[in-house]
Protein backbone atom coordinates (compact mmCIF):
# COMPACT_ATOMS: atom_id res chain seq x y z
CA UNK A 1 0.00 0.00 0.00
CA UNK A 2 1.41 3.54 -0.91
CA UNK A 3 2.29 5.41 1.87
CA UNK A 4 1.49 9.53 2.50
CA UNK A 5 3.10 11.58 4.97
CA UNK A 6 0.33 13.96 6.70
CA UNK A 7 2.19 16.94 8.36
CA UNK A 8 0.08 18.61 10.45
CA UNK A 9 0.24 20.94 13.71
CA UNK A 10 -3.02 20.35 15.00
CA UNK A 11 -3.59 16.76 15.19
CA UNK A 12 -5.66 14.62 19.01
CA UNK A 13 -5.50 14.58 21.46
CA UNK A 14 -5.02 18.25 21.27
CA UNK A 15 -9.10 19.73 21.38
CA UNK A 16 -8.74 22.04 18.75
CA UNK A 17 -11.32 22.38 15.49
CA UNK A 18 -7.96 22.34 13.61
CA UNK A 19 -7.00 18.79 14.65
CA UNK A 20 -10.59 17.24 13.28
CA UNK A 21 -9.96 17.32 9.00
CA UNK A 22 -6.32 15.71 10.00
CA UNK A 23 -7.75 12.99 12.09
CA UNK A 24 -10.51 12.29 10.02
CA UNK A 25 -7.95 12.17 6.86
CA UNK A 26 -5.43 10.08 8.56
CA UNK A 27 -8.68 7.22 9.90
CA UNK A 28 -9.92 7.52 6.54
CA UNK A 29 -7.40 7.66 3.69
CA UNK A 30 -6.27 3.64 4.20
CA UNK A 31 -10.02 2.86 3.14
CA UNK A 32 -9.00 4.05 0.13
CA UNK A 33 -5.91 2.66 -0.39
CA UNK A 34 -3.79 4.79 0.89
CA UNK A 35 -1.61 3.87 4.23
CA UNK A 36 -0.94 7.73 6.72
CA UNK A 37 1.96 8.22 8.60
CA UNK A 38 1.29 11.76 10.86
CA UNK A 39 4.11 14.28 11.84
CA UNK A 40 2.74 16.24 14.75
CA UNK A 41 4.27 18.29 17.32
CA UNK A 42 4.30 16.24 20.90
CA UNK A 43 1.65 16.27 23.41
CA UNK A 44 0.50 14.33 25.99
CA UNK A 45 -1.08 11.04 24.28
CA UNK A 46 -2.65 8.11 26.28
CA UNK A 47 -0.83 5.64 24.30
CA UNK A 48 1.69 5.40 21.77
CA UNK A 49 0.60 5.07 18.25
CA UNK A 50 3.04 3.94 15.44
CA UNK A 51 1.46 5.66 12.73
CA UNK A 52 2.25 9.36 14.79
CA UNK A 53 5.63 10.89 14.92
CA UNK A 54 5.99 13.53 17.12
CA UNK A 55 8.50 16.01 17.16
CA UNK A 56 9.62 18.62 20.16
CA UNK A 57 8.37 22.11 19.45
CA UNK A 58 9.77 25.26 20.69
CA UNK A 59 7.43 28.27 21.11
CA UNK A 60 8.91 31.66 20.19
CA UNK A 61 6.31 33.85 21.80
CA UNK A 62 7.30 32.31 25.01
CA UNK A 63 11.14 32.36 24.28
CA UNK A 64 10.59 36.51 23.46
CA UNK A 65 8.42 36.88 26.74
CA UNK A 66 11.41 35.01 29.11
CA UNK A 67 13.55 37.48 27.22
CA UNK A 68 12.07 40.43 28.86
CA UNK A 69 11.30 38.76 32.41
CA UNK A 70 7.75 37.90 31.87
CA UNK A 71 5.70 34.54 32.46
CA UNK A 72 5.78 32.79 28.72
CA UNK A 73 2.01 31.57 30.04
CA UNK A 74 0.08 34.49 31.15
CA UNK A 75 -0.93 37.53 28.31
CA UNK A 76 1.49 40.54 27.96
CA UNK A 77 -1.87 42.98 28.61
CA UNK A 78 -2.33 40.82 32.19
CA UNK A 79 1.20 41.11 33.56
CA UNK A 80 1.59 44.96 32.75
CA UNK A 81 -1.45 45.91 33.86
CA UNK A 82 -3.19 46.85 30.42
CA UNK A 83 -6.82 47.07 30.32
CA UNK A 84 -8.39 45.31 27.01
CA UNK A 85 -10.75 47.07 24.88
CA UNK A 86 -14.50 46.18 26.22
CA UNK A 87 -15.64 47.06 21.78
CA UNK A 88 -15.24 44.14 19.49
CA UNK A 89 -12.83 44.70 17.61
CA UNK A 90 -11.34 47.75 18.96
CA UNK A 91 -7.85 47.99 20.81
CA UNK A 92 -5.74 50.40 22.20
CA UNK A 93 -2.51 51.76 20.76
CA UNK A 94 -0.28 49.86 22.68
CA UNK A 95 -2.64 46.45 21.74
CA UNK A 96 -1.77 47.44 18.03
CA UNK A 97 1.86 48.22 19.00
CA UNK A 98 1.90 44.65 20.91
CA UNK A 99 0.31 43.16 17.72
CA UNK A 100 2.43 44.62 15.90
CA UNK A 101 5.73 43.34 17.36
CA UNK A 102 4.40 40.15 17.65
CA UNK A 103 3.49 39.27 14.06
CA UNK A 104 7.55 40.68 13.42
CA UNK A 105 8.77 38.90 15.96
CA UNK A 106 6.58 35.19 14.86
CA UNK A 107 7.08 35.89 11.05
CA UNK A 108 6.29 33.73 8.90
CA UNK A 109 4.53 32.36 11.59
CA UNK A 110 3.75 31.95 15.00
CA UNK A 111 4.52 27.97 15.28
CA UNK A 112 7.81 28.79 13.48
CA UNK A 113 9.38 26.72 16.53
CA UNK A 114 8.79 23.32 15.41
CA UNK A 115 10.19 23.89 12.11
CA UNK A 116 13.55 22.45 12.49
CA UNK A 117 12.08 20.09 14.70
CA UNK A 118 9.83 18.48 11.72
CA UNK A 119 12.81 18.51 9.37
CA UNK A 120 14.76 16.72 11.30
CA UNK A 121 12.19 13.97 11.56
CA UNK A 122 11.44 14.22 7.78
CA UNK A 123 15.69 13.21 7.37
CA UNK A 124 15.53 10.78 9.77
CA UNK A 125 12.36 9.29 7.82
CA UNK A 126 14.68 9.62 4.87
CA UNK A 127 17.73 8.38 6.76
CA UNK A 128 15.44 4.99 7.62
CA UNK A 129 14.21 4.36 4.26
CA UNK A 130 10.83 4.58 5.37
CA UNK A 131 9.45 4.70 2.01
CA UNK A 132 7.01 7.65 1.29
CA UNK A 133 5.02 8.30 -1.59
CA UNK A 134 3.15 11.25 -1.32
CA UNK A 135 3.01 14.46 1.18
CA UNK A 136 0.11 16.11 2.31
CA UNK A 137 0.67 19.16 4.36
CA UNK A 138 -2.39 21.19 6.06
CA UNK A 139 -2.40 24.64 7.81
CA UNK A 140 -3.17 27.26 9.69
CA UNK A 141 -0.58 26.84 10.57
CA UNK A 142 1.61 28.01 7.61
CA UNK A 143 4.92 26.50 9.18
CA UNK A 144 3.18 23.33 7.79
CA UNK A 145 3.79 24.35 4.25
CA UNK A 146 7.38 25.44 4.77
CA UNK A 147 7.86 22.10 6.17
CA UNK A 148 6.42 20.36 3.48
CA UNK A 149 8.51 22.26 0.54
CA UNK A 150 11.13 20.71 2.67
CA UNK A 151 10.31 17.53 3.01
CA UNK A 152 9.87 17.26 -0.80
CA UNK A 153 13.17 18.02 -1.38
CA UNK A 154 14.07 15.43 0.97
CA UNK A 155 12.05 12.60 0.49
CA UNK A 156 11.47 13.59 -3.57
CA UNK A 157 7.70 12.72 -4.10
CA UNK A 158 5.03 14.70 -4.63
CA UNK A 159 3.51 17.32 -2.15
CA UNK A 160 -0.31 18.35 -1.80
CA UNK A 161 -0.27 21.60 0.35
CA UNK A 162 -4.44 21.82 2.02
CA UNK A 163 -5.06 25.11 3.42
CA UNK A 164 -8.39 25.50 5.79
CA UNK A 165 -7.52 28.92 6.04
CA UNK A 166 -6.05 30.88 2.72
CA UNK A 167 -2.38 31.83 3.71
CA UNK A 168 -1.21 35.49 1.99
CA UNK A 169 -5.19 35.82 0.35
CA UNK A 170 -6.80 35.10 3.96
CA UNK A 171 -9.06 38.46 4.20
CA UNK A 172 -8.46 39.04 8.26
CA UNK A 173 -4.81 39.61 7.56
CA UNK A 174 -4.39 43.42 8.87
CA UNK A 175 -0.87 44.48 8.52
CA UNK A 176 -0.47 45.43 4.81
CA UNK A 177 3.71 45.36 4.23
CA UNK A 178 3.96 41.76 6.45
CA UNK A 179 1.26 41.21 4.20
CA UNK A 180 3.36 42.00 0.77
CA UNK A 181 6.59 40.01 2.48
CA UNK A 182 3.70 37.13 3.17
CA UNK A 183 2.84 36.80 -0.45
CA UNK A 184 6.41 36.75 -1.91
CA UNK A 185 7.20 33.88 0.52
CA UNK A 186 4.04 32.24 -0.43
CA UNK A 187 4.56 32.06 -4.15
CA UNK A 188 8.24 30.61 -3.62
CA UNK A 189 7.58 27.81 -0.61
CA UNK A 190 4.27 26.56 -3.21
CA UNK A 191 6.07 26.68 -6.34
CA UNK A 192 7.37 23.50 -5.28
CA UNK A 193 3.91 22.02 -4.70
CA UNK A 194 2.07 19.48 -7.00
CA UNK A 195 -1.54 20.20 -6.10
CA UNK A 196 -3.19 22.72 -4.05
CA UNK A 197 -6.08 21.89 -2.11
CA UNK A 198 -8.84 23.91 0.18
CA UNK A 199 -11.91 24.23 1.41
CA UNK A 200 -14.32 25.89 -0.61
CA UNK A 201 -15.10 26.99 -4.84
CA UNK A 202 -14.21 30.37 -3.97
CA UNK A 203 -11.12 30.48 -2.06
CA UNK A 204 -10.00 27.00 -5.04
CA UNK A 205 -10.50 30.35 -6.94
CA UNK A 206 -8.59 32.93 -5.06
CA UNK A 207 -5.65 30.18 -4.99
CA UNK A 208 -6.03 29.54 -8.73
CA UNK A 209 -5.31 33.33 -9.54
CA UNK A 210 -2.89 33.42 -7.22
CA UNK A 211 -1.18 30.19 -8.49
CA UNK A 212 -2.50 29.76 -11.98
CA UNK A 213 -0.17 27.20 -13.13
CA UNK A 214 -1.20 24.44 -9.91
CA UNK A 215 -3.78 22.47 -9.67
CA UNK A 216 -6.11 23.55 -7.02
CA UNK A 217 -9.06 21.64 -5.70
CA UNK A 218 -12.04 22.33 -3.60
CA UNK A 219 -12.50 19.60 -0.92
CA UNK A 220 -14.91 20.72 2.22
CA UNK A 221 -14.41 20.02 5.71
CA UNK A 222 -16.52 17.24 7.24
CA UNK A 223 -17.76 15.10 10.41
CA UNK A 224 -16.91 11.53 11.53
CA UNK A 225 -20.68 10.13 12.41
CA UNK A 226 -18.79 7.80 15.17
CA UNK A 227 -17.93 11.17 17.26
CA UNK A 228 -21.80 11.30 18.22
CA UNK A 229 -22.32 7.44 18.66
CA UNK A 230 -21.99 7.77 22.43
CA UNK A 231 -23.80 11.09 22.84
CA UNK A 232 -26.82 11.59 24.34
CA UNK A 233 -30.12 12.84 22.37
CA UNK A 234 -32.37 14.13 25.00
CA UNK A 235 -33.02 17.38 24.32
CA UNK A 236 -32.92 20.29 26.61
CA UNK A 237 -36.23 21.10 28.97
CA UNK A 238 -35.20 24.86 28.33
CA UNK A 239 -35.42 27.05 24.68
CA UNK A 240 -31.77 26.65 24.18
CA UNK A 241 -29.42 28.25 21.61
CA UNK A 242 -25.90 27.12 21.75
CA UNK A 243 -22.72 28.33 19.95
CA UNK A 244 -19.63 26.38 19.93
CA UNK A 245 -16.55 28.29 18.69
CA UNK A 246 -14.49 31.77 18.61
CA UNK A 247 -15.94 35.21 17.73
CA UNK A 248 -12.20 36.33 16.03
CA UNK A 249 -12.12 40.02 17.50
CA UNK A 250 -16.40 41.00 16.60
CA UNK A 251 -15.47 39.01 13.20
CA UNK A 252 -18.32 36.85 14.37
CA UNK A 253 -20.78 39.06 16.21
CA UNK A 254 -23.60 38.17 18.13
CA UNK A 255 -25.38 41.54 18.64
CA UNK A 256 -28.43 41.12 16.42
CA UNK A 257 -29.73 37.37 18.15
CA UNK A 258 -29.13 40.03 21.45
CA UNK A 259 -31.06 42.88 19.56
CA UNK A 260 -33.88 40.48 18.78
CA UNK A 261 -34.17 38.95 21.74
CA UNK A 262 -34.60 41.72 23.91
CA UNK A 263 -37.26 42.79 21.72
CA UNK A 264 -38.95 39.36 21.64
CA UNK A 265 -38.31 39.39 25.86
CA UNK A 266 -40.16 42.97 26.41
CA UNK A 267 -43.34 42.11 23.54
CA UNK A 268 -43.48 39.54 25.93
CA UNK A 269 -43.60 37.37 22.60
CA UNK A 270 -40.86 35.22 24.31
CA UNK A 271 -40.31 34.23 27.81
CA UNK A 272 -36.60 35.17 29.37
CA UNK A 273 -37.09 31.88 31.80
CA UNK A 274 -37.72 29.58 29.01
CA UNK A 275 -34.77 30.47 27.36
CA UNK A 276 -30.97 30.03 27.47
CA UNK A 277 -28.03 30.82 25.18
CA UNK A 278 -24.91 29.46 25.57
CA UNK A 279 -21.62 30.21 24.07
CA UNK A 280 -18.45 27.69 24.36
CA UNK A 281 -14.96 28.36 23.69
CA UNK A 282 -12.57 31.27 24.26
CA UNK A 283 -14.69 34.30 24.76
CA UNK A 284 -13.37 38.23 24.33
CA UNK A 285 -13.97 40.83 27.18
CA UNK A 286 -16.26 42.71 24.83
CA UNK A 287 -18.99 39.66 24.71
CA UNK A 288 -19.76 40.53 28.21
CA UNK A 289 -20.28 44.44 28.14
CA UNK A 290 -22.67 43.52 25.18
CA UNK A 291 -24.89 41.62 27.44
CA UNK A 292 -24.87 44.48 29.58
CA UNK A 293 -26.14 46.53 27.41
CA UNK A 294 -29.35 44.39 26.46
CA UNK A 295 -29.75 43.05 30.55
CA UNK A 296 -29.32 39.48 29.03
CA UNK A 297 -26.97 38.45 31.67
CA UNK A 298 -29.57 36.16 33.34
CA UNK A 299 -30.18 34.71 29.77
CA UNK A 300 -26.62 34.21 28.38
CA UNK A 301 -24.09 31.89 29.76
CA UNK A 302 -20.35 31.94 29.21
CA UNK A 303 -19.34 28.93 29.69
CA UNK A 304 -15.51 29.38 28.27
CA UNK A 305 -13.33 26.38 26.57
CA UNK A 306 -14.68 22.78 27.31
CA UNK A 307 -13.45 19.45 25.86
CA UNK A 308 -14.37 18.56 22.75
CA UNK A 309 -16.59 15.57 23.88
CA UNK A 310 -18.40 17.78 26.12
CA UNK A 311 -18.81 20.45 23.29
CA UNK A 312 -20.31 18.02 20.98
CA UNK A 313 -23.39 16.93 23.90
CA UNK A 314 -24.13 20.59 24.54
CA UNK A 315 -24.60 20.83 20.46
CA UNK A 316 -26.54 17.32 20.57
CA UNK A 317 -28.66 18.39 23.21
CA UNK A 318 -29.82 21.64 21.75
CA UNK A 319 -33.05 23.20 20.39
CA UNK A 320 -30.68 25.29 18.04
CA UNK A 321 -27.36 25.77 16.82
CA UNK A 322 -25.71 29.00 16.27
CA UNK A 323 -23.55 30.03 13.81
CA UNK A 324 -22.19 33.84 13.20
CA UNK A 325 -21.47 34.93 9.95
CA UNK A 326 -17.77 36.76 8.97
CA UNK A 327 -18.23 40.68 9.41
CA UNK A 328 -16.43 41.12 6.03
CA UNK A 329 -18.71 41.21 3.19
CA UNK A 330 -16.46 40.60 1.17
CA UNK A 331 -15.70 37.01 2.26
CA UNK A 332 -17.85 34.50 0.70
CA UNK A 333 -15.55 31.50 0.46
CA UNK A 334 -15.17 30.77 4.87
CA UNK A 335 -16.23 27.00 5.10
CA UNK A 336 -16.14 26.57 9.21
CA UNK A 337 -15.21 23.24 10.35
CA UNK A 338 -18.28 24.12 13.24
CA UNK A 339 -20.64 23.86 10.35
CA UNK A 340 -19.79 19.96 9.67
CA UNK A 341 -19.46 19.23 13.17
CA UNK A 342 -23.08 20.62 13.48
CA UNK A 343 -24.43 18.44 11.07
CA UNK A 344 -23.10 15.18 13.22
CA UNK A 345 -25.47 17.05 16.07
CA UNK A 346 -28.36 16.82 13.84
CA UNK A 347 -30.45 20.01 15.12
CA UNK A 348 -31.54 23.00 13.34
CA UNK A 349 -28.78 25.43 12.58
CA UNK A 350 -29.35 29.47 12.83
CA UNK A 351 -26.51 31.57 10.51
CA UNK A 352 -26.75 35.22 11.46
CA UNK A 353 -24.68 37.88 9.62
CA UNK A 354 -22.09 37.42 7.24
CA UNK A 355 -22.27 37.90 3.14
CA UNK A 356 -24.05 35.41 1.10
CA UNK A 357 -21.57 32.55 0.88
CA UNK A 358 -20.78 29.22 0.69
CA UNK A 359 -22.73 28.55 4.29
CA UNK A 360 -25.88 29.76 2.86
CA UNK A 361 -25.31 27.56 -0.17
CA UNK A 362 -24.63 24.31 2.24
CA UNK A 363 -27.52 25.11 4.66
CA UNK A 364 -29.81 25.55 1.62
CA UNK A 365 -28.32 22.15 0.19
CA UNK A 366 -28.65 20.20 3.11
CA UNK A 367 -31.93 21.72 4.99
CA UNK A 368 -30.14 21.71 7.90
CA UNK A 369 -30.92 25.43 8.83
CA UNK A 370 -31.20 29.30 7.91
CA UNK A 371 -28.75 31.70 7.22
CA UNK A 372 -30.43 34.84 8.41
CA UNK A 373 -29.39 38.23 7.25
CA UNK A 374 -31.91 40.97 8.45
CA UNK A 375 -33.39 41.55 11.73
CA UNK A 376 -36.57 40.23 10.46
CA UNK A 377 -35.15 37.01 9.40
CA UNK A 378 -33.88 36.30 13.01
CA UNK A 379 -36.78 37.65 14.35
CA UNK A 380 -38.96 34.93 12.24
CA UNK A 381 -37.18 32.30 12.83
CA UNK A 382 -36.94 32.58 16.56
CA UNK A 383 -40.58 33.43 16.74
CA UNK A 384 -41.56 30.40 14.51
CA UNK A 385 -38.95 28.18 16.33
CA UNK A 386 -39.89 29.40 20.32
CA UNK A 387 -43.68 28.63 19.15
CA UNK A 388 -43.08 25.12 18.01
CA UNK A 389 -41.13 24.57 21.17
CA UNK A 390 -43.92 25.68 23.24
CA UNK A 391 -46.66 23.50 21.25
CA UNK A 392 -44.71 20.33 21.53
CA UNK A 393 -41.53 20.75 23.95
CA UNK A 394 -39.09 20.74 21.23
CA UNK A 395 -38.04 22.36 17.91
CA UNK A 396 -38.04 19.49 14.56
CA UNK A 397 -35.12 19.24 12.54
CA UNK A 398 -35.12 18.98 9.30
CA UNK A 399 -31.77 18.36 7.76
CA UNK A 400 -31.75 16.09 4.77
CA UNK A 401 -29.55 12.91 5.25
CA UNK A 402 -28.51 11.99 1.88
CA UNK A 403 -26.91 15.49 1.06
CA UNK A 404 -25.21 15.72 4.67
CA UNK A 405 -24.05 12.36 4.05
CA UNK A 406 -21.90 13.69 1.44
CA UNK A 407 -20.17 15.99 3.99
CA UNK A 408 -18.34 12.94 5.97
CA UNK A 409 -15.14 12.39 6.63
CA UNK A 410 -15.35 9.16 4.88
CA UNK A 411 -16.28 11.62 1.32
CA UNK A 412 -13.51 13.88 2.51
CA UNK A 413 -10.71 11.87 2.69
CA UNK A 414 -12.08 9.96 -0.71
CA UNK A 415 -11.36 13.24 -2.74
CA UNK A 416 -8.52 13.73 -1.01
CA UNK A 417 -6.65 10.48 -2.16
CA UNK A 418 -8.47 10.99 -5.46
CA UNK A 419 -5.59 13.71 -5.50
CA UNK A 420 -2.74 12.14 -4.58
CA UNK A 421 -3.45 9.82 -7.04
CA UNK A 422 -3.53 11.97 -9.40
CA UNK A 423 0.17 13.58 -8.41
CA UNK A 424 1.40 10.73 -7.94
CA UNK A 425 1.60 9.36 -11.15
CA UNK A 426 0.22 5.22 -12.81
CA UNK A 427 2.93 3.55 -10.62
CA UNK A 428 1.15 4.32 -7.84
CA UNK A 429 -2.50 4.66 -8.91
CA UNK A 430 -2.71 0.91 -9.99
CA UNK A 431 -1.23 -0.42 -6.66
CA UNK A 432 -3.74 2.07 -5.22
CA UNK A 433 -6.48 0.27 -7.66
CA UNK A 434 -5.07 -2.97 -6.25
CA UNK A 435 -5.74 -2.44 -2.44
CA UNK A 436 -9.27 -0.63 -3.14
CA UNK A 437 -10.36 -3.92 -4.65
CA UNK A 438 -9.54 -6.00 -1.78
CA UNK A 439 -10.03 -3.24 1.26
CA UNK A 440 -12.51 -0.52 0.47
CA UNK A 441 -15.40 -0.25 2.98
CA UNK A 442 -18.73 0.86 3.16
CA UNK A 443 -19.53 4.92 3.94
CA UNK A 444 -21.06 5.03 7.46
CA UNK A 445 -24.42 6.35 7.39
CA UNK A 446 -25.13 9.97 8.50
CA UNK A 447 -26.72 10.76 11.84
CA UNK A 448 -29.94 9.78 12.00
CA UNK A 449 -32.05 13.25 12.68
CA UNK A 450 -33.24 13.51 16.24
CA UNK A 451 -37.05 14.56 16.72
CA UNK A 452 -39.75 13.35 14.47
CA UNK A 453 -40.33 14.98 11.22
CA UNK A 454 -44.07 16.97 10.52
CA UNK A 455 -43.33 18.42 7.25
Known amino acids: MPRVLLITFCYPPTQV ?3 VRPAGLAKFLPEFGWETVVLTPKVKR ?17 AWKARFGLDGKRSVHQQLGLPVSSQPGGGHFYTRILDVAKSVVTYPDETKGWIPFAVEAVEEIAKRGLKIDAIVTTSPPIAS ?5 KARKILGCPWVADFRDLWSQNLSNSYPVLDAIQI ?31 Q ?39 RLLFEVLRELFDEKIMTPDDVRVRFYGRIESWVTTLLREYHLEDVVGIHGVVTR ?28 GKLFEYFGAARPILAIGGSRSVLTDTLRETAAGTHAFSKAEVRT ?21 AAIGKYTHFQMAR ?19 MVQDETIAVPLAPVAPAGPKTR
Not at 145 to 149: E, Q, V, Y
Open 17 to 19: IGS
Open 46 to 62: TASDPAVIETEYRDVVD
Open 145 to 149: HLIGA
Open 184 to 214: GLEKRTLKQADALVTVSEPWAARLQKSHPRK
Open 216 to 254: VFAITNGFDPEHFASVSRQLTEKFTITYAGLLYQGRRDP
Open 309 to 336: NEALQRQAESQILLMLGWSDPRETGQHS
Open 381 to 401: FLMEAYGEFKSRGAVSYYGDE
Open 415 to 433: RFAEVLNRVSGPAVGAEVR
